[in-house]
């Protein structure tokens, strides 16, 4: 039996529409892996990656985060910039 494709609502967006995520680094440049709803965020629009690591770049500190560089796809757009004051 097949099933129907999930509808729009359910299905996780592609790359081509949330283009914006944030590679999170440690003080080296190195990709730190971080679980749960930290993991892999993508975004549609630049404001909305930059508005979700002000909101939360602290939670992102403690899980040993201590710097973060913006992309839009494969494009390095700016960082890294530390979490750090």
Do not use: C, K, N
């Not at 609502?9 to 930290?38: H, I, M, N, Y």
């Not at 992102?60 to 494969?74: H, K, M, P």
């Amino acid at each position: 039996m097949m099933l129907p494709d999930q509808p729009p609502t359910f299905r996780q967006p592609d790359p081509a529409e949330r283009p914006w995520w944030w590679r999170l680094e440690d003080s080296a440049g190195s990709e730190v892996e971080v679980a749960g709803e930290l993991a892999g965020q993508r975004f549609p629009s630049q404001a909305d990656a930059e508005s979700w690591v002000g909101e939360i770049w602290a939670d992102l500190a403690a899980e040993g985060v201590d710097q973060v560089t913006l992309f839009e796809q494969d494009r390095q757009v700016y960082g890294p910039m530390s979490l750090h004051a």
